[in-house]
């Protein structure tokens, strides 16, 4: 089929030049092609275009209403491109951010779809602490955040549950009983920490706290160390590098368990690649450590 978008683009090239060589050399087609090509928008057109004189080449009247006609039929094209796009030309890049645990756990399974479905764009992938994925996303340095989600998003956000895992305490391995009466680890901030407090309250007495590390890859290391009774997702644990020198400590009632969601920008969710992404997510993940399936949250 016939490129009618290139015909368009070459005349609108044209039509800013007034000169065939020169928009067959930026253009990188030959002076007979350009020529063939005016001719057939002219003749299904039934007006000529062009007046070709000893002074050169004008456009006609008729070369000045369709040349406006032209522009607007490629930003009509080009805006629907960009909303529509062909899932096989999509390309670029996209930011995604997750702990070291979810890059271990969740993203091979959670991207694997949208890696096979669109090989050409790059993903550049973020880590770092749990606590500030979504002031990242936020704040546009990111495209997308694997994180723990909380009960309310900010508005300008959207999430999907992609799985749930329960919170557990853990201790040293070698460390005699401590019960539940601490020392504890905690992490200094984010959702963890907050679930933490929740439950923390419902017991009665406020913790001792011993550290309050910024990830929890730090928090185990140090309940390994013996520094307390630590509090983290149990995917965490799973994965950890120090489980084999820790023990998890039974708790009544249990803290509450922990969502973990692909989180974008509202208005994100027009681009194509974030649609992408998002229209190819599924709302669970089985991973270890993940105990409950994923909802999909509004």
């Known amino acids: 089929m016939r490129d009618d978008h290139r015909e368009l683009r070459l005349f609108l090239h044209l039509a800013q030049t007034l000169n065939f060589g020169r928009?067959?050399?930026d253009c990188h087609v030959s002076?007979?092609?350009?020529?063939?090509?005016?001719?057939?928008?002219?003749?299904?057109?039934?007006?000529?275009?062009?007046?070709?004189?000893?002074?050169?080449?004008?456009?006609?009247?008729?070369?000045?209403?369709?040349r406006e006609y032209a522009a607007e039929a490629l930003e009509l094209w080009r805006s629907y491109r960009e909303?529509?796009?062909?899932?096989?030309?999509?390309?670029?890049?996209?930011?995604?951010?997750?702990?070291?645990?979810?890059?271990?756990?969740?993203?091979?399974?959670?991207?694997?779809?949208?890696?096979a479905a669109h090989p050409q764009v790059r993903l550049d992938l973020r880590t770092g602490d749990a606590a500030a994925a979504l002031a990242r996303l936020d704040e546009g340095e990111v495209d997308v955040a694997v994180a723990g989600i909380p009960a309310r998003l900010p508005e300008?956000?959207?999430?999907?549950?992609?799985?749930?895992?329960e919170l557990v305490l853990?201790?040293?391995?070698?460390?005699?009983?401590?019960?539940?009466?601490?020392?504890?680890?905690?992490?200094?901030?984010?959702?963890?920490?907050?679930?933490?407090?929740?439950?923390?309250?419902?017991?009665?007495p406020a913790p001792e706290v011993a550290c309050e590390p910024d990830g929890h890859e730090g928090l185990l290391t140090l309940v390994a160390l013996g520094c307390g009774t630590g509090l983290v997702p149990r995917l965490v644990l799973e994965h950890s590098a120090?489980?084999?020198?820790?023990?998890?400590?039974?708790?009544?009632?249990?803290?509450?368990?922990?969502?973990?969601?692909?989180?974008?920008?509202?208005a994100d969710l027009r681009r194509p690649l974030v649609a992408a992404l998002w229209s190819l997510?599924?709302?669970e993940v089985t991973a270890p450590g993940v105990t409950t399936p994923?909802?999909?949250?509004?």
Request: aromatic letters at 6%.
């Open 83 to 115: 909303e529509h796009p062909d899932p096989a030309e999509l390309t670029g890049r996209l930011a995604v951010f997750a702990t070291v645990t979810a890059c271990q756990a969740l993203l091979p399974d959670l991207l694997a779809p949208f890696r």
């Open 156 to 165: 300008p956000l959207v999430g999907r549950t992609v799985a749930v895992t």
């Open 31 to 66: 002076a007979a092609t350009l020529t063939r090509t005016v001719q057939r928008l002219e003749a299904g057109l039934g007006h000529r275009l062009f007046d070709r004189g000893p002074r050169g080449v004008s456009l006609t009247a008729e070369g000045h209403r369709f």
């Open 294 to 298: 994923g909802v999909t949250a509004p």
């Open 170 to 204: 853990v201790t040293a391995l070698d460390r005699p009983d401590p019960g539940l009466d601490g020392p504890f680890v905690l992490p200094h901030r984010g959702l963890v920490r907050d679930a933490a407090d929740r439950w923390f309250r419902a017991r009665g």
């Open 281 to 283: 997510t599924a709302p």
């Open 23 to 25: 928009t067959s050399l």
């Open 242 to 266: 120090v489980r084999d020198r820790l023990a998890v400590i039974p708790a009544d009632p249990a803290p509450e368990p922990f969502p973990i969601g692909l989180c974008v920008r509202r």
